[in-house]
């Protein structure tokens, strides 16, 4: 079983659908959870960032975190064509020193139609 | 746009050869992470350098290897090349370790290295 399993999708929505894309994980130490946004021919750009279990707002994005099932969510409101990209998840966990040790799921393509 | 940015673009070795692959950091940022992302896959932590200092590793063969140099720049060395090598790499740069509770890394726009 892989630590942190995504659906690679593609999802594919009307503008202004709400867009629900979620991540399961197995590893319980896992402490920090992330959304990041990855367009085409791009690298990653954070998008939210939480370490508690609850919802947590920033505009148009909610990250949702349930630490007892191991599963988290990231909800788009009124999504734009412009949100078209591929959404990863990555959760990161203590690994001794300094360290933390930051895995990733494999991303879901969305693709948002105008 | 991240301030992140790396050389070359594409790059194609055939099997056996060695590569390197240079990241430049946002200045006053110590910390580099490279990582390996397969086509369809999410970015696989390779290592992280903190000040010129491997600062931990993940399940990568030693023939990966690094460099961190103070002017902010680093490099990712790859030999004895192999057809699953082929990938995107990934440099990201940060204040903090990565993954920590206050750190946010920047990503650059990776190097496609095609293996034949």
């Known amino acids: 079983q892989k630590e942190v399993e995504q659906d690679p999708g593609p999802l594919s929505v009307p503008e202004g659908a709400i867009v629900s894309l979620n991540c399961t994980y197995s590893n319980s130490a896992f402490q920090y959870f992330m959304w990041y946004r990855q367009y085409s021919r791009k690298g990653p750009e954070l998008l939210m960032y939480t370490y508690s279990s609850g919802n947590k707002e920033d505009g148009r994005f909610t990250a949702q975190v349930d630490k007892s099932s191991k599963y988290i969510s990231l909800f788009i409101r009124d999504s734009q064509p412009s949100d078209s990209a591929t959404y990863l998840c990555a959760m990161s966990a203590y690994s001794g020193g300094s360290n933390y040790k930051l895995t990733f799921g494999k991303g879901t393509l969305l693709t948002v139609n105008p | 746009e991240t301030g992140v940015t790396q050389s070359p673009t594409h790059l194609i070795k055939t099997r056996g050869q060695q590569v390197t692959l240079r990241c430049s950091s946002q200045s006053g940022h110590n910390t580099v992470s490279w990582y390996q992302q397969a086509l369809g896959q999410g970015p696989q932590f390779i290592f992280q350098?903190?000040?010129?200092?491997?600062?931990g590793r993940g399940n990568f063969p030693p023939r990966f290897s690094g460099l961190q140099f103070p002017n902010y720049s680093s490099e990712l060395n790859v030999n004895a090349l192999e057809l699953d090598d082929s990938a995107l790499y990934l440099c990201?740069?940060?204040?903090?370790?990565?993954?920590?509770?206050?750190?946010?890394?920047?990503f650059g726009p990776g190097t496609r290295l095609t293996v034949l």
């Open positions: 350098y903190y000040r010129e200092e491997e600062n």
């Open positions: 990201a740069s940060s204040l903090g370790v990565s993954g920590g509770p206050t750190d946010t890394q920047y």
